[in-house]
């Protein structure tokens, strides 16, 4: 089974074709991170009319990629939210299009549901990875995300914990926004910490008296400017480094503790992690650490499908019709007359 999704939720515009949820044929991707960088974060507006600008061309060069026409897909898929309005709604116009098109069925597909999938995917030219054994926790941790879910079967996850303000790959834009980085701030911060001193700055990492596992990193990006405003200057050389450092590993123990302790919970041997953030070195190795210590292993997607993209969201959207076919999506999912359908809660 091929199908072509489109992911559009953000500022990357995205098309990719995967067969049978594992494979990836094609794909194509466009980022806007040099329009938006000069603001300190992403301009929904902006974001929404360079996806009309670039995705035709990104599909086409994906079909390419593939070898592929539209005919000779077996349905189309689209990110369905959550996003930028705007920018989700240039994705699912050309999808619906496509799909009305060529008479294939159209998928609707959660953005989350695609990075939990992420850890299954592969190049027709790389061994298929073994991906985590089900029931298992996974870790979704990006600009946008931050929480736990249990995965039961394919497509079938529960959200467990949850970040109760900010998320953690948004503490870092906005840390390095604060110190002058540029954006975006989780590849800057990661590069630049590398050899600092990671307990120059005795950070919290906070805890809830219900003994939840959500997360919370509003308090850290308070304490970090508490620390910019106390020097005369921005600090700079090691001062910035041991910073960083410190800022870094804050973020990274909190993730990793909760992450440990919803395993545990669980009675489950393998994690996920997977989104934006789990490109971070520091979040990556200690992680691994600390559930090899326990026995249990860490999958993670290779970089190039840690950040949005669209070949988790085809993934997604097969192991949401896996075993039925083609042409037997069910009716909640299919494109109908009006050219839209209803979405799930």
């Given at each position: 089974?091929?199908?072509?999704?489109?992911?559009?939720?953000?500022?990357?515009?995205?098309?990719?074709?995967?067969?049978?949820?594992?494979?990836?044929?094609?794909?194509?991707?466009?980022?806007?991170?040099?329009?938006?960088?000069?603001?300190?974060?992403?301009?929904?507006?902006?974001?929404?009319?360079?996806?009309?600008?670039?995705?035709?061309?990104?599909?086409?060069?994906?079909?390419?990629?593939?070898?592929?026409?539209?005919?000779?897909?077996?349905?189309?898929a689209v990110t369905r939210g959550p996003g930028l309005v705007g920018a989700l709604l240039v994705g699912l116009q050309v999808a619906k299009g496509l799909a009305y098109a060529w008479d294939k069925p159209l998928i609707p597909v959660h953005h989350l549901a695609g990075h939990l999938h992420a850890v299954f995917l592969h190049r027709p030219d790389e061994p298929r990875p073994p991906g985590p054994a089900f029931p298992h926790v996974a870790l979704a941790v990006s600009g946008g995300h931050t929480a736990l879910y249990l995965v039961r079967a394919p497509g079938r996850a529960t959200m467990i914990a949850n970040t109760r303000d900010d998320a953690a790959g948004e503490a870092f834009d906005k840390v390095a926004r604060m110190l002058g980085l540029g954006y975006p701030g989780g590849p800057v911060v990661d590069?630049?910490?590398?050899?600092?001193?990671?307990?120059?700055?005795?950070?919290?990492?906070?805890?809830?008296?219900?003994?939840?596992?959500?997360?919370?990193?509003?308090?850290?990006?308070?304490?970090?400017?508490?620390?910019?405003?106390?020097?005369?200057?921005?600090?700079?050389?090691?001062?910035?480094?041991?910073?960083?450092?410190?800022?870094?590993?804050?973020?990274a123990d909190q993730l990793i503790d909760r992450t440990v302790k919803a395993a545990r919970r669980h009675k489950v041997r393998d994690v996920a992690l997977v989104g934006g953030v789990a490109a971070n070195s520091t979040l990556r190795e200690g992680l691994r650490a600390a559930l090899a210590d326990r026995g249990m292993a860490l999958h993670v997607p290779p970089r190039r499908w840690c950040t949005d993209n669209a070949a988790m969201i085809a993934g997604a959207a097969f192991a949401e019709?896996?075993?039925?076919g083609a042409h037997h999506v069910p009716a909640d999912r299919r494109l109908n007359a009006t050219g839209s359908w209803p979405l799930p809660a």
């Open positions: 089974m091929k199908i072509l999704a489109i992911e559009s939720s953000c500022d990357e515009t995205a098309a990719a074709v995967v067969e049978d949820g594992h494979r990836v044929l094609g794909e194509a991707v466009a980022t806007q991170v040099d329009i938006h960088r000069k603001y300190g974060g992403v301009v929904p507006e902006l974001a929404s009319r360079n996806h009309v600008v670039d995705i035709v061309p990104i599909v086409e060069q994906c079909l390419a990629d593939a070898g592929l026409t539209g005919p000779a897909l077996d349905a189309v590069r630049m910490a590398a050899g600092g001193d990671a307990k120059a700055h005795r950070f919290t990492r906070p805890l809830f008296k219900d003994g939840s596992m959500d997360f919370s990193f509003s308090g850290l990006k308070t304490a970090v400017r508490t620390v910019i405003r106390k020097g005369e200057a921005l600090p700079e050389g090691q001062a910035l480094t041991d910073l960083l450092a410190s800022f870094q590993a804050a973020v019709v896996e075993g039925l």
